[in-house]
């Protein structure tokens, strides 16, 4: 089977995404250069496409869009974020991964995308640019780039996470989270709950419609754990979960526990890091 | 202006997925519905602009006849008429999604705004804004966190790994927005009366062919594990930080 | 103790209190809210119900949150859009005066409005005021009950799950969970919704179902941004929309009443993890909630007609009903050991909790739970059907406008006497006890009304569930004779070689009696106040039968076998046998026409029984009554009843016998002659002597009471059951009103009566007496009051009537040297 896999550069999802066409057959590689136009990019992976039997990119934002149009372009269906193929059986996530679907993907080429972290990434292989047919449609494409106005430590890629939740009670009560996040040189985070409330802006959120982190520890402070919420935690290497709660949901989930009133206990671990620090 | 919102109805999970017996659906008989939280902000984002700048706003969803709640939901927050495109409940792929949806559309046509969410809640499929778009002709941009209409063209917004990109495309578009892109109102009493008797168009559906058929679902492994105790209260700090600085994070 | 909510904690701590040590708490949530009602209790208290015992109950529990620093009083007011429901406002003033909930009073609109600013006044015409009224912390109350009973060596496990009870020889012996096995010798169910299932794995049934109560929180309301504490403001219930509106922080929380019944079953209510929020916080369900939504728009047009305050919570809430809107509390007849403590509300729950543990110690508690004790059912009303179809019909009562008479319209029909078909032919009309049906008067009557001149009720509210065919009958009966459907009659007999030890224990009159006799006796408490009331007929040396109410019977039946001593059982012909009651001058007549069995008073003197031949039918006679007329009850098997009651009706034409209805039998015929009731004059707050029905001689042998009993005979009374006569029935709008029971006795200025103990006088019955031509009273008064010609007044819907204490004690009114029952 001969599959067109289309990769960004130096994209750790991108070379995951190529692990998994490997094993669907034979790999060629393309990339395009210039600014972002997805509907031009998408006419550009289609020309390349004409005798490939599988069209494979990451899902990720930029992966997921592509394919889309090239499945719309060609009328054919799309699985995103798949995690296995065997014959023409696909697995795939839903809910952020909170739930595993097993489909048939009818249809040729075989669109797809490959869902992040699931595969080991491939060595990097010969990669070909494609370029913009001259009448390409670039109605659509990226004008500037702009600073996002959040400050701090981008909450994506933080290698320490603390979130509050519900638990936490009111956004004044997020100053003991923010101590110990200082501390750490972490990034503050929080629960859909929060966000909903007011307490925090949504740049904060860590979820399936928020941020997926992919810290090495998140410490998660008075959240429940809503699939929703696990969604975009689980990208962490260790979770702690510090909660009054000791049979919710986020226990199932954590590596570490602390049983007890957030309220006490993360003061105490900022005033033990002091300590410890002194 | 004339917006259309594209909205689907989807559980409020809890802490855990539980399968009907099946495997072709989650339990629901505990849970409430809502509509995804892109679509949330998506509907409001409508309403604002709609408030700002006069017109109608038009909420769609396709599901089943249950459905007819999230769309009062949506009116309730100001959404002004509903269109139900009524199935029998089970899953419609994003194919044969993005054509009913067109079909609809082409009925009620000038739009100069068709907002959906970047992917539903549940089976994030990332693709029905698009193909709607591609059928319909119309530019679309996807995952926006920032919507400003600028006279006959629209400025969007979106995240790009800490810095964001801007797209300025012509109306008509289709635009597919991300939580975060406002917060959402709740509805108000009067809001929620005033929702009863908004008109709402039902168009019935039967399901054509599935090219991406669902066979099974499956509870990821994983649920159900258990986390190691550091300990209880305040006192656990101690171990806590020891735990820290053994991951090198202290 | 299974169970974590507000029940489970505050019955753990008063029971360490007790002198328990070896305690132990599962829940299979984790603290403090375990996932159960209590943690989404919308937590507000009104003092004032009708109930004496759910008053008294709520007023403990105030005083235990307010002890314990939880209760925050912010005054509630009942509004009233209707003329209908001011006069239930006046109605529950005098409950307050009659229970002692003092401070209240009825509000105009405009100082409804001063009160609560936010409300539309022009929708209402009045309120009742209670400035007691109170908003608590039910979680940090439960709290502080299980932390003081840790402190005294309760072990506690949340996050434990019951899997199994294991009952041995009818004895409740260990619970099984999750976590492992807990040994135990008394196990307590308050488990709120899940209760029917946790009794369910012992063989016991605890017969309630959740059911939905609606509510919405909605906000930031602008009024409440400069609150300084969760509420300011008075709360306001719309009685006539079955709504209340509460401040809650910055948000006004709106609960409902009003909606469709949406019963859950227990075994179906999602676990921790499978909820959205918590188990008992299910979906909302809008549809439900459109009307109500719009009913409190009207009344506090202000913050929700406010487009900027947003709904932001919602919950269809699952609570607890039962089939009479009372609590399940006490040890369960199924199985000893296990006990309910369940379908009790946040404003009851600390005084429940009290009450059962006093019961568990002492055997007995301070508050009387008769009404809640879960013994209290028959079969027939435990089943699934008859509680659903009685929660439903209940729950739109909870603010509902209740006749103290008013019959339930569902579940009728269950249990039917074997002449039911002839009473329907002769028009009865049918009230229901303990699941019989029971003609309370017959239409066929009506033309007596006419013979007799019985006057109707001006007032529609008095003649609800009323008619004046039952003086009629009643008059007829003094005239001629009357029989009565008394099927519903508790009937066990005590067996075995040790059965007058267990009938000598438990009843305080001397049982050591010759065959033949039928003794009537107090039941009573270990503090010596009224457990019950029955008659007792000596079958043989081995045999005592047990004739009791119907609507207590089973609670009795539960006391008896509570008292076996292994030489004794108990055989229950409840549904094996029925009974006709045959009473008036005529009655002998009628009798000796059916029967050529000795009937005579020589022959068949009162107070004893004997079996007498009708037809070929065995029928034992009985000659008591409690109507006070010449006569007897006939018992058959149920196969024989129909026979028999053409046999009386036949034999009875010449001699111009009438059917007659529960409303003599009860009311008019018992008061005429001042025989109590229980549950009415007797209950456990009230002793023998203050009741005055200590004219018998005091047995040598033990029986339950019998120190206390001796003590209260030794000492003055302060309070003695009096019968009392209004003298003005018309009201200041010149209608005559005639008061149906509950109401408070006051001075003649209408200031509250209260005893040395403390205890308010009320009337405990009310009803005519047509033989002697007045409305009849009965009420406990203090010794100063308790004096015959004196002059009081009642207090009925808010106005004063004058009444005279005619008699003090227990001498009848009606033939007061009770020429009649021995003629």
């Given at each position: 089977m001969s599959v067109l896999v289309f990769v960004e550069p130096e994209d750790e999802l991108s070379l995951q995404a190529l692990a998994l066409a490997r094993t669907l057959g034979e790999v060629r590689a393309v990339s395009i250069e210039g600014a972002y136009a997805p509907a031009a990019w998408a006419q550009a992976l289609v020309e390349a496409a004409t005798d490939a039997e599988a069209i494979v990119a990451a899902g990720s934002d930029r992966g997921n869009e592509l394919l889309a149009h090239v499945a719309a372009r060609l009328d054919q269906p799309f699985a995103a974020n798949v995690t296995?193929?065997?014959?023409?059986?696909?697995?795939?996530?839903?809910?952020?991964?909170?739930?595993?679907?097993?489909?048939?993907?009818?249809?040729?080429?075989?669109?797809?995308?490959?869902?992040?972290?699931?595969?080991?990434?491939?060595?990097?292989?010969?990669?070909q640019q494609l370029s913009l047919a001259a009448d390409a449609d670039t109605t659509v494409r990226v004008l500037e780039t702009v600073a996002e106005s959040s400050g701090g430590v981008s909450l994506r890629d933080a290698k320490v996470v603390v979130s509050g939740g519900r638990g936490v009670g009111s956004s004044e009560a997020f100053a003991i989270i923010e101590e110990l996040a200082g501390l750490l040189g972490a990034a503050v985070g929080c629960s859909r709950v929060v966000t909903s409330a007011g307490w925090r802006p949504h740049t904060d959120q860590v979820g399936q419609t928020g941020t997926k982190i992919s810290a090495d520890l998140y410490v998660a402070c008075g959240i429940s754990g809503a699939t929703?919420?696990?969604?975009?935690?689980?990208?962490?290497?260790?979770?702690?979960?510090?909660?009054?709660?000791?049979?919710?949901?986020?226990?199932?989930?954590?590596?570490?526990?602390?049983?007890?009133?957030?309220?006490?206990?993360?003061?105490?671990?900022?005033?033990?890091?002091?300590?410890?620090?002194? | 202006m004339r917006v259309l919102v594209c909205v689907k109805r989807v559980p409020i999970t809890g802490g855990k997925m539980v399968l009907t017996a099946d495997e072709q659906a989650l339990e629901t008989r505990h849970l409430g519905f809502t509509i995804s939280p892109h679509e949330e902000c998506g509907v409001e984002e409508a309403v604002r602009l709609v408030e700002a700048n006069g017109g109608?706003?038009?909420?769609?969803?396709?599901?089943?006849?249950?459905?007819?709640?999230?769309?009062?939901?949506c009116m309730a927050i100001g959404a002004d008429r509903g269109i139900l495109l009524r199935t029998d409940g089970g899953d419609w792929d994003a194919q044969s999604t993005a054509a009913a949806i067109v079909d609809a559309i082409r009925g009620e046509e000038p739009f100069d705004l068709?907002?959906?969410?970047?992917?539903?809640?549940?089976?994030?499929?990332?693709?029905?804004?698009?193909?709607?778009?591609?059928?319909?002709?119309?530019?679309?941009?996807?995952?926006?966190?920032?919507?400003?209409?600028?006279?006959?063209?629209?400025?969007?917004?979106?995240?790009?790994?800490?810095?964001?990109?801007?797209?300025?495309?012509?109306?008509p578009a289709v635009l597919s927005v991300l939580e975060g892109l406002n917060l959402p109102r709740y509805p108000s009493v009067p809001g929620r009366l005033r929702a009863k008797s908004k008109p709402l168009a039902v168009v019935e559906l039967a399901r054509p062919e599935q090219k991406l058929e669902k066979l099974r679902l499956v509870v990821p492994p994983g649920q159900g594990k258990q986390a190691e105790i550091l300990g209880e209260g305040a006192a656990a700090a101690p171990k806590v930080v020891e735990l820290m600085q053994q991951l090198g994070v202290a | 103790m299974i169970g974590g909510g507000i029940v489970g904690n505050s019955l753990l701590g008063h029971l360490a209190e007790l002198g328990w040590r070896d305690l132990v708490q599962l829940d299979k949530g984790p603290f403090p809210n375990p996932g159960g009602s209590t943690g989404h209790a919308s937590n507000f208290i009104f003092p004032v119900d009708h109930s004496k015992e759910m008053t008294q109950l709520t007023f403990d529990s105030m005083r235990q949150y307010k002890e314990a620093g939880t209760l925050i009083e912010c005054g509630g007011i009942e509004v009233a859009r209707t003329e209908e429901r001011m006069e239930e406002l006046r109605r529950r003033m005098a409950s307050a005066k009659a229970w002692g909930v003092d401070g209240v009073k009825l509000v105009t609109p405009a100082e409804v409005k001063e009160l609560v600013p936010f409300i539309e006044e022009s929708v209402i015409i009045g309120g009742f005021y209670?400035?007691?009224?109170?908003?608590?912390?039910?979680?940090?109350?439960?709290?502080?009950?299980?932390?003081?009973?840790?402190?005294?060596?309760?072990?506690?496990?949340?996050?434990?799950?019951?899997?199994?009870?294991?009952?041995?020889d009818g004895r409740v012996k260990r619970v099984r969970t999750n976590r492992g096995d807990v040994e135990a010798e008394v196990v307590v169910?308050?488990?709120?919704?899940?209760?029917?299932?946790?009794?369910?794995?012992?063989?016991?049934?605890?017969?309630?179902?959740?059911?939905?109560?609606?509510?919405?929180?909605?906000?930031?309301?602008?009024?409440?941004?400069?609150?300084?504490?969760?509420?300011?403001?008075?709360?306001?219930?719309?009685?006539?929309?079955?709504?209340?509106?509460?401040?809650?922080?910055?948000?006004?929380?709106?609960?409902?009443?009003?909606?469709?019944?949406?019963?859950?079953?227990?075994?179906?209510?999602?676990?921790?993890e499978e909820a959205s929020l918590t188990p008992t916080e299910l979906p909302f369900t809008q549809e439900d909630f459109e009307l109500q939504l719009e009913h409190a728009l009207e009344l506090v047009p202000e913050i929700l007609g406010d487009e900027s305050v947003g709904i932001k919570y919602a919950i269809n809430g699952l609570l607890s009903l039962t089939p009479d809107g009372l609590p399940l509390l006490g040890e369960t007849p199924e199985v000893k050991g296990l006990w309910s403590a369940a379908a009790v509300w946040v404003k009851e729950g600390p005084g429940v909790g009290r009450a059962v543990a006093e019961w568990m110690t002492r055997g007995e508690s301070e508050i009387d739970l008769q009404s809640s004790d879960i013994a209290r059912f028959y079969d027939e009303q435990k089943t699934s059907e008859n509680v659903k179809a009685r929660a439903s019909e209940g729950f739109n009562k909870t603010y509902g406008i209740v006749h103290p008479a008013e019959q339930w319209a569902s579940s009728r029909g269950v249990r039917v006497s074997p002449f039911h078909e002839r009473e329907k032919q002769l028009g009865a009309v049918f009230y229901e006890a303990a699941a019989w049906e029971r003609p309370h008067w017959y239409e066929s009557n009506a033309k007596l009304v006419d013979d007799y001149d019985v006057q109707p009720r001006e007032h529609e509210w008095d003649a609800r569930w009323w008619s004046p065919n039952i003086n009629a009958e009643h008059l007829a009966m003094r005239e001629r004779a009357a029989m009565f459907d008394l099927t519903a009659f508790s009937i066990f007999d005590v067996k075995g070689p040790g059965a007058l030890d267990v009938v000598q224990k438990v009843s305080a009159r001397q049982m050591n009696v010759p065959s033949g006799r039928v003794i009537y006796t107090p039941v009573l408490t270990p503090s010596g106040g009224f457990k019950s009331d029955l008659t007792i007929?000596?079958?043989?040396?081995?045999?005592?039968?047990?004739?009791?109410?119907?609507?207590?019977?089973?609670?009795?039946?539960?006391?008896?076998?509570?008292?076996?001593?292994?030489?004794?059982?108990?055989?229950?012909?409840?549904?094996?046998?029925?009974?006709?009651?045959?009473?008036?001058?005529?009655?002998?007549?009628?009798?000796?026409?059916?029967t050529s069995d000795d009937v005579s008073n020589e022959g068949f003197p009162f107070s004893t029984w004997k079996n007498v031949d009708i037809d070929g039918m065995q029928v034992?006679?009985?000659?008591?009554?409690?109507?006070?007329?010449?006569?007897?009850?006939?018992?058959?098997?149920?196969?024989?009843?129909?026979?028999?009651?053409?046999?009386?009706?036949?034999?009875?034409?010449?001699?111009?016998?009438?059917?007659?209805?529960?409303?003599?039998?009860?009311?008019?015929?018992?008061?005429?002659?001042?025989?109590r009731a229980f549950g009415f004059e007797l209950d456990a707050d009230y002793t023998v002597v203050e009741a005055d029905m200590a004219w018998w001689k005091v047995k040598n042998e033990e029986f339950v009471g019998k120190e206390a009993h001796v003590a209260h005979r030794a000492a003055e009374p302060v309070a003695r059951l009096c019968t009392l006569t209004i003298d003005d029935h018309v009201s200041k709008s010149g209608m005559k009103r005639y008061p149906l029971g509950r109401e408070p006795i006051v001075t003649p200025d209408g200031a509250p009566i209260v005893d040395a103990h403390g205890r308010r006088s009320y009337v405990t019955s009310a009803g005519a007496g047509p033989s002697i031509g007045k409305h009849i009273l009965m009420s406990y008064l203090p010794p100063e009051h308790a004096v015959e010609g004196k002059q009081l007044a009642v207090e009925y819907m808010h106005e004063l009537y004058p009444v005279t204490v005619a008699i003090v004690g227990s001498k009848p009114p009606f033939d007061p040297e009770n020429e009649r029952i021995r003629a």
């Open positions: 296995a193929v065997a014959g023409d059986t696909v697995t795939r996530i839903r809910w952020g991964g909170s739930l595993i679907e097993e489909a048939r993907l009818h249809g040729s080429p075989r669109i797809l995308t490959v869902a992040p972290h699931t595969q080991p990434a491939a060595e990097p292989v010969a990669v929703q919420h696990i969604a975009g935690a689980k990208g962490a290497k260790k979770i702690l979960a510090i909660n009054s709660d000791p049979e919710a949901p986020i226990f199932s989930t954590a590596d570490y526990a602390v049983v007890g009133d957030l309220h006490e206990i993360v003061p105490a671990i900022s005033a033990e890091l002091r300590r410890v620090r002194s | 109608e706003t038009v909420v769609l969803t396709l599901g089943p006849a249950e459905a007819e709640e999230q769309l009062r939901d068709i907002l959906f969410g970047n992917e539903s809640a549940d089976t994030g499929n990332y693709q029905v804004g698009i193909r709607v778009a591609h059928a319909l002709g119309l530019p679309v941009v996807n995952g926006l966190k920032k919507i400003e209409l600028q006279g006959d063209q629209v400025r969007c917004e979106r995240d790009a790994g800490g810095t964001r990109d801007v797209y300025v495309v012509p109306t | 209670t400035p007691s009224v109170a908003v608590v912390d039910s979680l940090r109350f439960g709290t502080i009950m299980r932390e003081r009973a840790q402190e005294l060596g309760a072990q506690v496990f949340p996050n434990t799950e019951v899997l199994g009870i294991d009952v041995e169910i308050a488990c709120g919704v899940w209760s029917p299932r946790i009794a369910q794995m012992a063989g016991a049934s605890i017969p309630l179902t959740p059911a939905v109560h609606q509510m919405i929180d909605v906000g930031p309301v602008p009024r409440f941004l400069s609150s300084k504490s969760a509420i300011e403001f008075p709360i306001v219930r719309d009685m006539d929309t079955n709504m209340y509106e509460r401040q809650d922080g910055q948000g006004l929380e709106v609960g409902s009443y009003a909606h469709r019944p949406i019963l859950h079953e227990p075994d179906e209510i999602p676990s921790i007929m000596k079958m043989d040396d081995e045999t005592f039968r047990v004739v009791t109410g119907g609507a207590h019977g089973m609670a009795d039946k539960k006391w008896f076998a509570d008292h076996l001593n292994g030489e004794a059982h108990i055989d229950d012909l409840t549904s094996k046998q029925t009974t006709i009651g045959l009473w008036g001058p005529r009655a002998r007549d009628i009798l000796a026409s059916l034992l006679a009985s000659r008591i009554s409690y109507v006070g007329d010449l006569g007897w009850e006939l018992y058959v098997p149920m196969a024989d009843g129909e026979k028999l009651w053409d046999a009386v009706w036949e034999a009875g034409q010449a001699h111009g016998i009438v059917p007659a209805g529960i409303g003599v039998y009860g009311t008019t015929g018992r008061l005429e002659k001042a025989y």
